[in-house]
Protein backbone atom coordinates (compact mmCIF):
# COMPACT_ATOMS: atom_id res chain seq x y z
CA UNK A 1 0.00 0.00 0.00
CA UNK A 2 1.49 3.09 -0.95
CA UNK A 3 2.49 5.58 1.98
CA UNK A 4 3.86 8.93 3.46
CA UNK A 5 7.46 8.79 3.74
CA UNK A 6 9.62 10.98 6.25
CA UNK A 7 13.27 11.28 6.95
CA UNK A 8 14.86 11.71 9.39
CA UNK A 9 12.58 9.78 12.30
CA UNK A 10 14.28 11.81 15.00
CA UNK A 11 16.94 14.55 14.13
CA UNK A 12 18.59 16.36 17.26
CA UNK A 13 19.97 20.18 16.13
CA UNK A 14 21.41 22.83 18.41
CA UNK A 15 20.02 25.73 18.67
CA UNK A 16 20.06 28.15 16.27
CA UNK A 17 21.18 25.43 13.49
CA UNK A 18 19.00 25.07 10.39
CA UNK A 19 17.19 21.76 9.90
CA UNK A 20 15.51 19.86 6.81
CA UNK A 21 13.17 17.40 7.32
CA UNK A 22 12.07 15.29 4.03
CA UNK A 23 8.70 13.65 2.63
CA UNK A 24 8.33 11.43 -0.15
CA UNK A 25 4.29 11.74 -0.89
CA UNK A 26 2.44 9.42 -2.54
CA UNK A 27 3.00 9.42 -6.05
CA UNK A 28 0.02 10.61 -7.60
CA UNK A 29 -0.82 13.04 -4.91
CA UNK A 30 -0.99 16.65 -5.75
CA UNK A 31 -2.11 18.37 -2.68
CA UNK A 32 0.93 18.40 0.34
CA UNK A 33 1.01 19.75 4.09
CA UNK A 34 2.96 20.05 7.29
CA UNK A 35 1.86 19.63 10.50
CA UNK A 36 3.33 19.76 14.18
CA UNK A 37 2.68 19.02 17.29
CA UNK A 38 4.11 19.67 20.13
CA UNK A 39 5.09 16.99 22.86
CA UNK A 40 1.32 16.75 24.74
CA UNK A 41 -0.58 19.00 22.77
CA UNK A 42 -2.77 18.61 19.66
CA UNK A 43 -1.83 18.24 16.19
CA UNK A 44 -1.55 21.82 14.49
CA UNK A 45 -1.90 22.82 10.87
CA UNK A 46 1.78 25.04 9.68
CA UNK A 47 1.02 25.08 5.58
CA UNK A 48 -0.42 23.41 2.82
CA UNK A 49 1.22 23.60 -0.68
CA UNK A 50 -0.13 22.73 -4.38
CA UNK A 51 1.33 23.38 -7.75
CA UNK A 52 4.52 24.42 -6.99
CA UNK A 53 3.02 27.22 -4.00
CA UNK A 54 1.99 28.19 -0.58
CA UNK A 55 -1.87 27.47 -0.53
CA UNK A 56 -2.23 28.72 3.05
CA UNK A 57 0.19 28.82 5.87
CA UNK A 58 -0.59 29.54 10.07
CA UNK A 59 0.35 32.28 11.74
CA UNK A 60 2.98 29.98 12.96
CA UNK A 61 4.50 29.17 9.47
CA UNK A 62 6.82 32.50 9.84
CA UNK A 63 10.07 33.67 7.77
CA UNK A 64 11.89 30.88 10.05
CA UNK A 65 9.86 28.09 7.92
CA UNK A 66 10.02 27.47 4.20
CA UNK A 67 8.97 24.68 1.84
CA UNK A 68 9.95 23.30 -1.14
CA UNK A 69 9.49 20.56 -3.84
CA UNK A 70 12.55 20.17 -4.99
CA UNK A 71 12.52 17.27 -7.49
CA UNK A 72 8.73 16.10 -8.26
CA UNK A 73 8.88 13.92 -5.46
CA UNK A 74 10.37 15.02 -2.25
CA UNK A 75 8.56 17.99 0.19
CA UNK A 76 11.32 19.59 2.62
CA UNK A 77 10.39 21.77 5.26
CA UNK A 78 13.29 23.84 6.27
CA UNK A 79 13.92 25.37 9.32
CA UNK A 80 15.82 27.84 9.73
CA UNK A 81 18.04 29.16 13.45
CA UNK A 82 15.62 26.61 15.51
CA UNK A 83 14.71 27.22 18.67
CA UNK A 84 14.21 25.44 21.72
CA UNK A 85 10.25 25.80 21.30
CA UNK A 86 10.74 24.20 17.93
CA UNK A 87 11.24 20.69 19.03
CA UNK A 88 8.18 18.93 18.32
CA UNK A 89 7.14 15.83 15.91
CA UNK A 90 6.99 17.23 12.28
CA UNK A 91 3.92 15.89 10.25
CA UNK A 92 3.68 15.61 6.31
CA UNK A 93 0.87 14.68 4.86
CA UNK A 94 -0.36 14.61 1.45
CA UNK A 95 -3.81 14.17 -0.62
CA UNK A 96 -4.59 12.91 -4.20
CA UNK A 97 -6.78 14.55 -7.12
CA UNK A 98 -10.06 14.41 -7.12
CA UNK A 99 -13.36 15.77 -5.39
CA UNK A 100 -16.02 14.27 -3.24
CA UNK A 101 -15.55 11.39 -0.89
CA UNK A 102 -11.57 10.65 -1.99
CA UNK A 103 -10.85 13.56 0.23
CA UNK A 104 -8.60 12.01 2.74
CA UNK A 105 -5.07 12.88 3.98
CA UNK A 106 -2.40 10.53 4.26
CA UNK A 107 -0.30 11.15 7.07
CA UNK A 108 3.98 10.27 7.27
CA UNK A 109 5.25 8.98 10.28
CA UNK A 110 6.93 11.63 11.74
CA UNK A 111 9.86 13.36 12.24
CA UNK A 112 10.71 13.96 16.21
CA UNK A 113 12.59 16.71 16.23
CA UNK A 114 14.40 17.83 19.27
CA UNK A 115 16.36 21.41 19.47
CA UNK A 116 19.18 21.10 22.35
CA UNK B 1 -13.04 30.33 12.22
CA UNK B 2 -13.54 26.29 12.44
CA UNK B 3 -13.06 24.61 16.28
CA UNK B 4 -12.90 21.20 17.23
CA UNK B 5 -13.33 20.34 21.11
CA UNK B 6 -12.66 17.43 23.24
CA UNK B 7 -13.72 17.07 26.26
CA UNK B 8 -12.23 13.70 27.72
CA UNK B 9 -8.82 14.05 27.74
CA UNK B 10 -8.18 10.57 28.94
CA UNK B 11 -10.76 7.21 29.33
CA UNK B 12 -9.83 4.20 30.31
CA UNK B 13 -12.13 0.85 29.36
CA UNK B 14 -11.92 -2.73 30.14
CA UNK B 15 -11.53 -5.01 27.02
CA UNK B 16 -14.15 -5.97 25.00
CA UNK B 17 -16.04 -3.16 26.37
CA UNK B 18 -17.53 -0.75 24.35
CA UNK B 19 -16.13 3.00 24.58
CA UNK B 20 -17.36 6.17 23.30
CA UNK B 21 -15.29 9.37 22.46
CA UNK B 22 -16.95 12.32 22.48
CA UNK B 23 -16.48 15.45 20.15
CA UNK B 24 -17.51 18.41 19.05
CA UNK B 25 -17.23 21.33 16.71
CA UNK B 26 -18.43 24.45 15.07
CA UNK B 27 -18.29 26.12 11.75
CA UNK B 28 -20.52 28.27 9.40
CA UNK B 29 -19.87 26.11 6.55
CA UNK B 30 -22.59 23.27 5.39
CA UNK B 31 -20.02 20.93 3.45
CA UNK B 32 -17.20 19.31 5.75
CA UNK B 33 -15.49 16.35 6.13
CA UNK B 34 -15.22 14.94 9.89
CA UNK B 35 -12.59 12.20 10.88
CA UNK B 36 -11.31 10.46 13.69
CA UNK B 37 -7.44 9.67 13.86
CA UNK B 38 -5.53 7.39 16.05
CA UNK B 39 -2.28 8.16 17.38
CA UNK B 40 -0.51 4.60 18.51
CA UNK B 41 2.54 5.23 20.88
CA UNK B 42 4.55 5.02 17.68
CA UNK B 43 2.91 8.66 17.20
CA UNK B 44 1.58 7.95 13.38
CA UNK B 45 -1.36 9.45 12.52
CA UNK B 46 -3.47 6.76 11.43
CA UNK B 47 -7.32 7.62 9.52
CA UNK B 48 -9.63 5.16 11.50
CA UNK B 49 -13.24 6.91 9.93
CA UNK B 50 -14.29 9.83 7.94
CA UNK B 51 -18.04 11.58 7.53
CA UNK B 52 -19.18 13.80 4.63
CA UNK B 53 -21.24 16.19 6.44
CA UNK B 54 -24.01 16.10 3.28
CA UNK B 55 -24.60 12.37 4.29
CA UNK B 56 -27.11 11.99 6.94
CA UNK B 57 -26.09 8.06 7.08
CA UNK B 58 -23.26 7.27 9.74
CA UNK B 59 -20.02 6.20 8.50
CA UNK B 60 -18.86 2.47 10.42
CA UNK B 61 -16.04 1.04 9.98
CA UNK B 62 -15.96 -2.30 11.14
CA UNK B 63 -15.76 -2.01 15.32
CA UNK B 64 -15.50 1.86 14.50
CA UNK B 65 -18.74 3.69 13.77
CA UNK B 66 -19.70 7.56 14.33
CA UNK B 67 -22.83 9.31 15.50
CA UNK B 68 -23.09 12.42 13.37
CA UNK B 69 -25.17 14.75 14.79
CA UNK B 70 -25.29 18.08 12.24
CA UNK B 71 -27.55 20.13 13.95
CA UNK B 72 -25.63 19.97 16.95
CA UNK B 73 -22.05 19.66 15.45
CA UNK B 74 -21.53 16.91 17.72
CA UNK B 75 -19.77 13.79 16.07
CA UNK B 76 -18.68 11.17 18.44
CA UNK B 77 -16.35 7.68 17.76
CA UNK B 78 -18.35 4.02 19.31
CA UNK B 79 -15.31 1.47 19.29
CA UNK B 80 -17.14 -1.73 20.22
CA UNK B 81 -15.57 -4.89 21.72
CA UNK B 82 -12.15 -2.77 22.60
CA UNK B 83 -8.79 -4.49 22.10
CA UNK B 84 -5.85 -3.64 23.52
CA UNK B 85 -4.60 -2.86 20.18
CA UNK B 86 -6.66 0.45 20.60
CA UNK B 87 -4.60 1.90 23.06
CA UNK B 88 -3.74 5.50 21.37
CA UNK B 89 -4.46 9.17 21.08
CA UNK B 90 -7.63 9.71 19.20
CA UNK B 91 -8.17 12.82 17.42
CA UNK B 92 -11.82 14.21 15.98
CA UNK B 93 -10.84 16.59 13.15
CA UNK B 94 -12.31 18.84 10.28
CA UNK B 95 -11.48 19.83 7.11
CA UNK B 96 -13.62 21.58 4.56
CA UNK B 97 -14.37 20.17 1.30
CA UNK B 98 -11.71 21.91 -0.64
CA UNK B 99 -9.09 19.96 -2.11
CA UNK B 100 -6.32 22.01 -0.66
CA UNK B 101 -7.97 23.30 2.94
CA UNK B 102 -6.23 22.15 5.92
CA UNK B 103 -7.09 19.94 8.81
CA UNK B 104 -7.95 21.16 12.25
CA UNK B 105 -7.58 18.70 15.33
CA UNK B 106 -9.02 18.77 18.77
CA UNK B 107 -6.79 18.63 21.34
CA UNK B 108 -7.06 14.47 21.33
CA UNK B 109 -8.50 12.01 24.18
CA UNK B 110 -6.13 9.35 25.46
CA UNK B 111 -7.66 5.86 25.55
CA UNK B 112 -6.46 3.01 27.66
CA UNK B 113 -7.88 -0.10 26.92
CA UNK B 114 -7.36 -2.24 30.35
CA UNK B 115 -6.66 -6.33 30.10
Known amino acids: EPEVTQTPSHQVTQMGQEVILRCVPISNHLYFYWYRQILGQKVEFLVS????????KSEIFDDQFSVERPDGSNFTLKIRSTKLEDSAMYFC??????????????FGQGTRLTVV | AQTVTQSQPEMSVQEAETVTLSCTYD???????LFWYKQPPSRQMILVIR??????QNATENRFSVNFQKAAKSFSLKISDSQLGDTAMYFCAFTMMNRDDKIIFGKGTRLHILP
Open chain 2, 27 to 33: TSESNYY
Open chain 2, 51 to 56: QEAYKQ
Open chain 1, 49 to 56: FYNNEISE
Open chain 1, 93 to 106: ASSPPGQGADTEAF
